[in-house]
Protein backbone atom coordinates (compact mmCIF):
# COMPACT_ATOMS: atom_id res chain seq x y z
CA UNK A 1 0.00 0.00 0.00
CA UNK A 2 1.31 3.59 -0.52
CA UNK A 3 -0.28 6.46 -0.53
CA UNK A 4 -1.46 7.47 -3.89
CA UNK A 5 -1.90 11.43 -3.70
CA UNK A 6 -3.75 13.19 -6.58
CA UNK A 7 -4.72 9.83 -8.24
CA UNK A 8 -7.77 10.65 -5.06
CA UNK A 9 -9.16 13.29 -7.41
CA UNK A 10 -9.91 10.58 -10.08
CA UNK A 11 -11.87 8.47 -7.47
CA UNK A 12 -13.75 11.46 -6.68
CA UNK A 13 -14.73 12.29 -10.37
CA UNK A 14 -16.15 9.16 -10.45
CA UNK A 15 -18.10 9.58 -7.54
CA UNK A 16 -19.59 12.44 -8.97
CA UNK A 17 -19.94 10.83 -12.47
CA UNK A 18 -22.25 8.90 -10.79
CA UNK A 19 -24.07 11.24 -9.12
CA UNK A 20 -24.48 13.38 -12.64
CA UNK A 21 -25.69 9.80 -14.14
CA UNK A 22 -28.45 9.36 -11.56
CA UNK A 23 -29.46 12.85 -12.14
CA UNK A 24 -28.68 14.16 -9.00
CA UNK A 25 -25.95 16.74 -10.07
CA UNK A 26 -25.48 18.45 -13.06
CA UNK A 27 -22.14 19.68 -14.45
CA UNK A 28 -22.87 22.94 -15.83
CA UNK A 29 -24.85 23.93 -12.43
CA UNK A 30 -23.06 26.68 -10.28
CA UNK A 31 -21.46 25.32 -6.88
CA UNK A 32 -23.89 27.61 -5.31
CA UNK A 33 -26.84 24.98 -6.38
CA UNK A 34 -25.44 22.48 -3.79
CA UNK A 35 -23.39 24.01 -1.48
CA UNK A 36 -25.32 27.03 -0.90
CA UNK A 37 -23.68 29.86 0.78
CA UNK A 38 -20.58 28.71 1.42
CA UNK A 39 -18.22 29.63 -1.63
CA UNK A 40 -17.72 32.94 -1.42
CA UNK A 41 -14.32 35.46 -0.72
CA UNK A 42 -12.57 38.12 -2.83
CA UNK A 43 -13.21 37.55 -6.12
CA UNK A 44 -14.89 34.50 -5.64
CA UNK A 45 -18.78 33.63 -6.06
CA UNK A 46 -20.25 30.00 -6.29
CA UNK A 47 -22.65 31.21 -8.11
CA UNK A 48 -20.66 31.53 -11.46
CA UNK A 49 -18.35 28.71 -10.87
CA UNK A 50 -19.54 24.87 -12.25
CA UNK A 51 -19.30 21.70 -11.16
CA UNK A 52 -17.65 20.93 -14.43
CA UNK A 53 -14.93 24.05 -13.91
CA UNK A 54 -14.26 22.10 -10.27
CA UNK A 55 -13.54 18.72 -11.87
CA UNK A 56 -10.91 20.26 -14.61
CA UNK A 57 -9.74 22.91 -12.69
CA UNK A 58 -10.86 26.07 -14.07
CA UNK A 59 -12.48 27.72 -11.33
CA UNK A 60 -10.11 30.22 -10.38
CA UNK A 61 -10.99 29.20 -6.68
CA UNK A 62 -7.63 29.76 -4.60
CA UNK A 63 -5.19 27.31 -3.42
CA UNK A 64 -5.06 26.86 0.02
CA UNK A 65 -1.96 23.91 -0.62
CA UNK A 66 0.98 26.43 -0.58
CA UNK A 67 3.00 28.08 2.06
CA UNK A 68 2.42 25.33 4.01
CA UNK A 69 4.13 24.50 7.42
CA UNK A 70 6.76 21.33 8.01
CA UNK A 71 5.19 18.27 7.50
CA UNK A 72 6.60 16.41 10.77
CA UNK A 73 5.42 19.80 12.78
CA UNK A 74 1.82 18.78 11.29
CA UNK A 75 2.09 15.28 11.02
CA UNK A 76 -0.35 14.27 13.71
CA UNK A 77 -2.88 17.17 13.03
CA UNK A 78 -6.68 16.66 12.40
CA UNK A 79 -7.48 19.27 10.35
CA UNK A 80 -11.65 19.57 8.96
CA UNK A 81 -12.69 19.79 5.41
CA UNK A 82 -14.57 23.14 6.28
CA UNK A 83 -11.24 24.17 7.92
CA UNK A 84 -8.94 23.59 4.88
CA UNK A 85 -12.07 25.32 2.76
CA UNK A 86 -11.85 28.42 5.38
CA UNK A 87 -8.11 28.64 4.91
CA UNK A 88 -8.47 28.91 0.93
CA UNK A 89 -10.58 31.62 0.96
CA UNK A 90 -8.89 33.65 3.17
CA UNK A 91 -6.76 34.37 -0.03
CA UNK A 92 -8.68 36.27 -3.35
CA UNK A 93 -9.57 34.10 -6.69
CA UNK A 94 -6.72 33.29 -8.81
CA UNK A 95 -8.46 34.45 -11.84
CA UNK A 96 -12.10 34.63 -13.34
CA UNK A 97 -14.20 31.33 -13.70
CA UNK A 98 -13.59 29.23 -16.86
CA UNK A 99 -10.78 31.76 -17.78
CA UNK A 100 -7.95 28.77 -17.66
CA UNK A 101 -6.68 26.07 -15.86
CA UNK A 102 -4.65 25.88 -13.21
CA UNK A 103 -3.96 23.07 -10.93
CA UNK A 104 -5.83 23.48 -7.62
CA UNK A 105 -6.54 21.25 -4.89
CA UNK A 106 -9.14 23.23 -3.57
CA UNK A 107 -11.30 22.45 -6.55
CA UNK A 108 -11.50 18.66 -5.15
CA UNK A 109 -11.85 19.92 -1.75
CA UNK A 110 -15.37 21.51 -3.14
CA UNK A 111 -16.05 18.53 -4.56
CA UNK A 112 -15.60 16.25 -1.46
CA UNK A 113 -18.45 18.70 0.11
CA UNK A 114 -20.90 18.00 -2.77
CA UNK A 115 -20.53 14.68 -2.63
CA UNK A 116 -20.95 14.28 0.97
CA UNK A 117 -23.88 17.22 1.05
CA UNK A 118 -25.91 15.11 -2.47
CA UNK A 119 -25.08 12.12 -1.45
CA UNK A 120 -25.67 12.02 2.21
CA UNK A 121 -22.73 10.26 2.89
CA UNK A 122 -19.03 10.21 3.99
CA UNK A 123 -17.09 10.49 1.12
CA UNK A 124 -14.90 7.47 2.40
CA UNK A 125 -18.07 5.30 2.43
CA UNK A 126 -19.11 6.53 -1.25
CA UNK A 127 -15.96 5.84 -2.20
CA UNK A 128 -16.08 2.25 -0.78
CA UNK A 129 -19.67 1.19 -1.78
CA UNK A 130 -19.74 2.91 -5.85
CA UNK A 131 -16.02 2.27 -6.56
CA UNK A 132 -13.65 -0.60 -4.10
CA UNK A 133 -16.53 -3.13 -3.31
CA UNK A 134 -17.83 -3.41 -7.09
CA UNK A 135 -14.18 -3.93 -8.17
CA UNK A 136 -13.37 -6.15 -5.11
CA UNK A 137 -10.37 -3.70 -4.35
CA UNK A 138 -8.36 -4.81 -0.87
CA UNK A 139 -6.12 -2.49 -0.35
CA UNK A 140 -7.90 1.10 -1.69
CA UNK A 141 -8.98 3.73 0.87
CA UNK A 142 -10.16 7.21 1.94
CA UNK A 143 -8.29 6.65 5.82
CA UNK A 144 -10.67 7.66 8.37
CA UNK A 145 -10.08 10.99 10.26
CA UNK A 146 -7.20 11.28 12.54
CA UNK A 147 -6.05 7.36 10.93
CA UNK A 148 -2.23 8.00 10.55
CA UNK A 149 -0.91 4.27 10.23
CA UNK A 150 -1.33 2.33 6.86
CA UNK A 151 -3.59 -1.02 7.15
CA UNK A 152 -1.97 -3.23 5.36
CA UNK A 153 1.84 -4.11 4.12
CA UNK A 154 3.93 -0.65 2.84
CA UNK A 155 6.86 0.83 2.03
CA UNK A 156 8.31 3.55 4.68
CA UNK A 157 8.43 7.10 3.52
CA UNK A 158 11.48 9.61 4.25
CA UNK A 159 11.80 13.24 4.19
CA UNK A 160 14.03 16.21 5.72
CA UNK A 161 12.27 18.52 8.02
CA UNK A 162 11.60 21.99 6.79
CA UNK A 163 11.68 20.90 3.48
CA UNK A 164 15.81 21.76 3.91
CA UNK A 165 18.57 19.62 2.70
CA UNK A 166 19.71 17.62 5.94
CA UNK A 167 19.13 14.10 7.66
CA UNK A 168 15.70 12.07 6.02
CA UNK A 169 13.26 11.43 8.80
CA UNK A 170 11.09 8.28 8.51
CA UNK A 171 7.62 10.17 7.62
CA UNK A 172 5.80 7.07 7.03
CA UNK A 173 2.41 7.32 9.44
CA UNK A 174 1.09 10.67 8.90
CA UNK A 175 -2.55 12.55 9.32
CA UNK A 176 -3.51 12.72 5.99
CA UNK A 177 -6.56 14.94 6.26
CA UNK A 178 -5.53 18.54 5.24
CA UNK A 179 -5.21 16.54 1.85
CA UNK A 180 -8.84 15.05 1.78
CA UNK A 181 -10.78 14.57 -1.29
CA UNK A 182 -7.80 16.12 -3.11
CA UNK A 183 -5.57 13.90 -2.10
CA UNK A 184 -5.49 11.37 0.86
CA UNK A 185 -6.08 7.74 -0.51
CA UNK A 186 -3.69 4.93 -0.02
CA UNK A 187 -4.01 2.22 -2.84
CA UNK A 188 -1.87 -0.20 -4.29
CA UNK A 189 0.03 -0.39 -7.81
CA UNK A 190 -2.09 -3.35 -9.71
CA UNK A 191 -5.26 -1.35 -7.26
CA UNK A 192 -5.00 1.58 -9.48
CA UNK A 193 -4.18 -0.20 -12.77
CA UNK A 194 -7.68 -2.21 -12.46
CA UNK A 195 -9.25 1.21 -11.09
CA UNK A 196 -8.57 3.25 -14.36
CA UNK A 197 -9.16 0.22 -16.63
CA UNK A 198 -12.40 0.23 -15.05
CA UNK A 199 -13.79 3.62 -15.82
CA UNK A 200 -12.35 2.96 -19.52
CA UNK A 201 -13.86 -0.35 -20.04
CA UNK A 202 -17.32 1.19 -18.84
CA UNK A 203 -17.80 -1.13 -15.69
CA UNK A 204 -17.71 1.65 -13.37
CA UNK A 205 -19.19 4.38 -15.82
CA UNK A 206 -21.52 4.33 -19.10
CA UNK A 207 -19.22 5.42 -21.53
CA UNK A 208 -21.39 8.66 -22.28
CA UNK A 209 -19.59 9.63 -18.89
CA UNK A 210 -16.56 8.73 -20.18
CA UNK A 211 -16.72 10.72 -23.36
CA UNK A 212 -17.60 13.60 -21.21
CA UNK A 213 -14.16 13.29 -18.96
CA UNK A 214 -12.01 12.55 -21.88
CA UNK A 215 -12.68 16.32 -23.26
CA UNK A 216 -9.49 18.02 -22.53
CA UNK A 217 -8.67 21.88 -21.57
CA UNK A 218 -5.37 22.87 -22.89
CA UNK A 219 -3.74 22.68 -19.65
CA UNK A 220 0.16 23.89 -20.42
CA UNK A 221 1.21 23.56 -17.21
CA UNK A 222 1.51 19.75 -17.03
CA UNK A 223 2.63 19.77 -20.69
CA UNK A 224 -1.07 18.57 -21.75
CA UNK A 225 -4.77 18.08 -21.59
CA UNK A 226 -6.70 17.83 -18.18
CA UNK A 227 -10.62 16.32 -18.69
CA UNK A 228 -13.12 15.93 -15.64
CA UNK A 229 -10.32 14.34 -13.11
Known amino acids: EVRIGSNTKTFVAVVIMKMVEE ?24 KKITVRQLLQ ?42 AKFTYTNTNYIVLGLLAERVGKRPIAEQIETKIVKPLGLKHTYMPGPGEKAFRGKHPHGYHTRDNKPGKLEDITDLNPSMAWTAGAMVSTPSELNKF ?34
Open 23 to 46: GKVKLDEPIETYLPGLIKGQGVDG
Open 196 to 229: AQSIHDGTLLRQASVAEMKKGVSAPEIGGEYGLG
Open 57 to 98: HTSGLPEFWSGLPDFFAMRNDYVSPRDVLDMALTRPAQFAPG
